[in-house]
C-alpha cells in the first residue's frame, strides 16, 4: 500500500484530504505541530482501524519536515500555503525534496488569475500564493507538483457568526455575490489528487492546478439568510457604510481590522464587476469538483447542516 503524508490535518481542508487519500487505499501519515490535537472527523477508533499514523512537524521548520518524511517513507505530500513564511516556503519545499518526496500537492488560492510571475504585490494574497507556487515549481518542477486553487470558502461566514446568533446582522455590501465552496469538497480534491498520484494513476490535468469553484453563486445577504432558515433562527440583514460594518467584524465578530477591511474591499468588488468571480477562469472552474469526486459540489445549505454546531459554539 503506497504511502503519503499530510501536513495540517487539524484543519477542514487538510483532515478531508487525509479520510479521502485513506479511503482511496493509500496509509496516510498525518504530520502534525501537536499530535494529541483530535482530527476533524476522525474519531480515535476509526483512526486506529485506519491506515493512518501520526509523526510531529512543523513545516515552518524544515529539520522536522525532513524528520517526518523520512519516517514515513512517503513520495507524495499534501501541503498548504504558509502566508508567513519570509522565503515563500522554499526551505520547507528543498526539505520535502530532499527527503524523498517526488510530488507535492499544495492549498493555493483561486485569486491567481493569471501567470503566478505576473501577480503584482498589491494583491497580496494572490501574490503570496503565486510566490510559492513559483518556488514548488523551481524546486520540483513542473511535473512534480499540483497547486489546488479554490475560490470562497463556505466557511468564510462564520465571521459573521456573532452577529448571526443576535439576529441582526450589517452589512457594507449585502448583494457581493460569492460561490461559498465547502471546505471538505476542497480536501477531498486534494487527497483525490495525492492518493492517484501515489498510485501512478491518471489525472484530468493540463496545467499544474485546478481551480474549484462552488455549487452555486449567491449574495451575502441570501447566504446569511439561508443560515437563519437551517438553523431555524430569523436573521435580519442591514446595510451600513463600510466603516460601520467594519466595526462589526472588529467589535462583535473578533476579526483583526486588517482582514475586515480586505473583507470589505472583496465584497464591493464582486459588486463592481472586478472580482475572480467575474474572470475568465470562472466558468472553466465549474464541474471541477464532480470531475475529481464523481459527485456534485456541496450545496451552503448542506454544508451549514453538516456543520451545525460551528454556529452555536
Not at 508567513?84 to 526539505?95: E, Q
Not at 455549487?215 to 451600513?240: F, Q
Not at 483583526?256 to 468571480?277: D, K, N, Y
Amino acid at each position: 500500500m503506497a504511502s503519503v503524508i499530510v501536513f495540517g490535518p487539524t484543519g477542514a481542508v487538510g483532515s478531508a484530504a487525509a479520510r479521502t487519500a485513506q479511503q482511496l487505499g493509500t496509509t496516510v501519515y498525518l504530520a502534525m505541530r501537536d499530535t494529541t490535537k483530535p482530527i476533524p472527523g476522525l474519531s480515535a477508533e476509526s483512526e486506529r482501524e485506519g491506515a493512518f499514523k501520526r509523526v510531529q512537524a512543523n513545516f515552518s521548520q524544515p529539520d522536522t519536515v525532513s524528520t517526518a518524511v523520512s519516517q514515513s517513507k512517503a513520495k507524495h505530500a499534501f501541503i498548504y500555503t504558509d502566508l508567513t513564511a519570509s522565503d515563500h516556503m522554499r526551505a520547507t519545499f528543498t526539505a520535502l525534496k530532499q527527503a524523498g518526496v517526488e510530488s507535492v500537492v499544495l492549498l493555493s488560492s483561486f485569486g491567481i488569475q493569471k501567470d503566478v510571475h505576473d501577480v503584482p504585490p498589491e494583491d497580496h494574497i494572490a501574490y503570496v500564493h503565486a510566490q510559492a507556487e513559483i518556488a514548488l515549481q523551481e524546486v520540483f518542477g513542473a511535473d512534480g507538483y499540483v497547486a489546488v486553487r479554490p475560490a470562497w470558502y463556505a466557511s468564510n461566514i462564520l465571521w459573521w457568526k456573532a452577529p448571526i446568533q443576535t439576529g441582526q446582522v450589517k452589512l457594507a455590501w449585502p448583494t457581493a455575490v460569492f460561490d461559498w465552496i465547502s471546505p471538505e469538497d476542497i480536501g477531498a480534491v486534494c487527497g483525490t489528487i495525492l492518493a492517484r498520484k501515489a498510485q501512478g494513476t491518471d489525472l484530468p490535468l493540463t496545467e499544474p492546478y485546478v481551480d474549484l469553484v462552488g455549487a452555486e453563486r449567491m449574495t451575502a445577504e441570501d447566504a446569511i439568510k439561508t443560515i437563519g432558515k437551517v438553523l431555524g433562527k430569523e436573521v435580519t440583514v442591514t446595510e451600513v457604510d463600510e466603516n460601520e460594518a467594519v466595526d462589526s467584524l472588529v467589535n462583535e465578530s473578533g476579526l483583526p481590522e486588517i482582514l475586515a477591511r480586505s473583507v470589505i474591499a472583496f465584497s464591493q468588488s464582486t459588486v463592481s464587476g472586478q472580482s475572480f468571480m467575474n474572470g475568465p477562469r470562472y466558468g472553466p472552474a465549474v464541474g471541477n469538483i464532480q470531475k475529481f469526486l464523481g459527485r456534485p459540489a456541496t450545496r451552503l445549505h448542506e454544508w451549514v447542516e453538516a456543520n451545525r454546531e460551528k454556529f452555536s459554539a
